[in-house]
């Protein structure tokens, strides 16, 4: 069993910086594939980013690219998704996942087995 918890949300201007917090208890990251997601309303969840289990690999979707870096803190046990420049369109529920089957970050929700409860991101415009 892998328990997520997300912190860091909340409301914030264009262009602003936030970072999410995504504490793990019950697996070691080592152990898991690491992501980020998001889903805004009326829209599918999507990928943001992620890591593979080792740490070295890091995946993320275009959008994000120079804007959003995510780090892990094994001593913590925290993952951490350090998002500047912020857009409107980043607007959403954002989620962290773990996957115990796989060992590279991946686009397919399906593909991860534990979720956190989800942290609002507003930015405004």
């Known amino acids: 069993q892998v328990q997520l918890v997300e912190s860091g949300g909340g409301l914030v201007q264009a262009g602003d910086s936030l970072r999410l917090s995504c504490a793990a208890s019950?697996?070691?990251?080592?152990?898991?594939?690491m992501g980020w997601f998001r889903q805004a309303p009326g829209k599918e969840r999507e990928f943001v980013g992620g890591?593979?289990?080792?740490?070295?690999?890091?995946l993320y979707r275009d959008s994000v690219k120079g804007r959003f870096t995510i780090s892990r803190d094994n001593a913590r046990n925290t993952v951490y998704l350090q998002m500047n420049s912020l857009k409107p369109e980043d607007t959403a529920v954002y989620y962290c996942?773990?996957?115990?089957?796989?060992?590279?970050?991946?686009?397919?929700?399906?593909?991860?087995?534990?979720w956190g409860q989800g942290t609002q991101v507003t930015v405004s415009s």
């Open positions: 890591f593979s289990s080792s740490g070295s690999g890091t």
């Open positions: 019950g697996r070691t990251f080592s152990s898991v594939a």
């Open positions: 996942a773990a996957s115990t089957v796989r060992t590279w970050p991946t686009r397919d929700t399906s593909l991860y087995n534990y």
